[in-house]
């Protein structure tokens, strides 16, 4: 009996990001590769910046203090899901079949692209038509917005057209004219999160998935979310997948 040689491990982010890993004409996939790359680029930077060091151990700054260095920091990064990240969302939401997503941090649109990518094909498939599927994205940023915006009409209709987005603060964007929701993608600063799934909640459909990025990093700031995704009534079964910095895979199982 012979055993075939396990394939080695990506050299580098990017090297996960082949033509069979997603399902994307040849220019997307080519725009999300470049998109990615500026995203790693932007991180490799930060994490070498001994100001956001010094914040992150400044035990004076209150919350409010807290958001506003943040905001200012990220205001003009990517910080995008990396592309394994990014893959595997892609692939859930076809598996799963979501036809409504909500995307809680849109930023540049990177993964914006990977989730429309999904719930487009997810329509085609089953026949539904384009304005009865979507990924609803949120962005407080007005100049990250505008270029998102940018980025979904280079990718072109399989993308844009299945994209809508909400404009400012999400915790205001999102109360109202909501669809029954499959699938959702936290992506926010993390005091944002449990204020939005709130408001998610009574819209999500009984087997809605959520994700949520870098749920294991130091000081995650998730302590309040995961306690509440792992109550013991909790109507969802949760786990954090082993990605680098954690992302937290819930499926919303309400008691019939």
């Given at each position: 009996?012979?055993?075939?040689?396990?394939?080695?491990?990506?050299?580098?982010?990017?090297?996960?990001?082949?033509k069979?890993?997603?399902?994307?004409?040849?220019?997307?996939?080519?725009?999300?590769?470049?998109?990615?790359q500026?995203?790693?680029?932007?991180?490799?930077?930060?994490?070498?910046?001994?100001?956001?060091?010094?914040?992150?151990?400044?035990?004076?700054?209150?919350?409010?203090?807290?958001?506003?260095?943040?905001?200012?920091?990220?205001?003009?990064?990517?910080?995008?899901?990396?592309?394994?990240?990014?893959?595997?969302?892609?692939?859930?939401?076809?598996?799963?079949g979501?036809?409504?997503?909500?995307?809680?941090?849109?930023?540049?649109?990177?993964?914006?692209?990977?989730?429309a990518?999904a719930?487009?094909q997810?329509?085609?498939?089953?026949?539904?038509?384009?304005?009865?599927?979507?990924?609803?994205?949120?962005?407080?940023e007005?100049?990250k917005?505008?270029?998102?915006?940018?980025h979904?009409?280079?990718?072109?209709?399989?993308?844009?057209?299945?994209i809508?987005?909400?404009?400012?603060?999400?915790?205001?964007?999102?109360?109202?004219?909501l669809?029954?929701?499959?699938?959702?993608?936290?992506?926010?600063?993390?005091?944002?999160?449990?204020?939005?799934?709130?408001?998610?909640e009574p819209?999500?459909?009984?087997?809605?998935?959520?994700?949520?990025?870098?749920?294991?990093?130091?000081?995650?700031?998730?302590?309040?979310?995961?306690d509440?995704?792992?109550?013991?009534a909790?109507?969802?079964?949760?786990?954090?997948?082993?990605?680098?910095d954690g992302?937290?895979?819930?499926?919303?199982?309400?008691?019939?």
């Amino acid at each position: 009996m012979s055993f075939a040689a396990e394939p080695n491990p990506p050299s580098n982010a990017l090297d996960v990001l082949i033509k069979s890993a997603i399902k994307a004409p040849t220019h997307v996939f080519d725009l999300l590769r470049r998109l990615h790359q500026l995203s790693l680029d932007q991180e490799l930077v930060l994490k070498n910046d001994q100001t956001i060091q010094n914040w992150k151990d400044n035990k004076e700054l209150d919350a409010d203090q807290r958001k506003h260095f943040f905001d200012n920091i990220m205001r003009d990064k990517f910080i995008a899901l990396t592309p394994d990240k990014s893959i595997f969302m892609y692939n859930l939401a076809r598996a799963s079949g979501a036809l409504n997503v909500v995307e809680c941090g849109t930023s540049y649109g990177v993964s914006t692209i990977y989730l429309a990518l999904a719930v487009g094909q997810n329509a085609v498939q089953k026949g539904v038509a384009a304005g009865d599927a979507k990924v609803i994205a949120t962005e407080n940023e007005p100049l990250k917005a505008e270029q998102a915006r940018r980025h979904w009409k280079e990718a072109g209709e399989s993308v844009e057209r299945y994209i809508q987005l909400r404009e400012g603060d999400l915790t205001k964007t999102l109360q109202a004219d909501l669809p029954s929701i499959d699938f959702v993608l936290f992506d926010i600063w993390t005091p944002m999160v449990m204020p939005t799934l709130r408001i998610l909640e009574p819209k999500l459909k009984a087997g809605a998935i959520l994700i949520a990025d870098n749920t294991a990093a130091p000081g995650n700031g998730y302590g309040e979310f995961l306690d509440h995704l792992r109550a013991e009534a909790a109507p969802y079964s949760a786990l954090t997948l082993p990605y680098q910095d954690g992302l937290e895979l819930a499926v919303y199982t309400p008691r019939s």
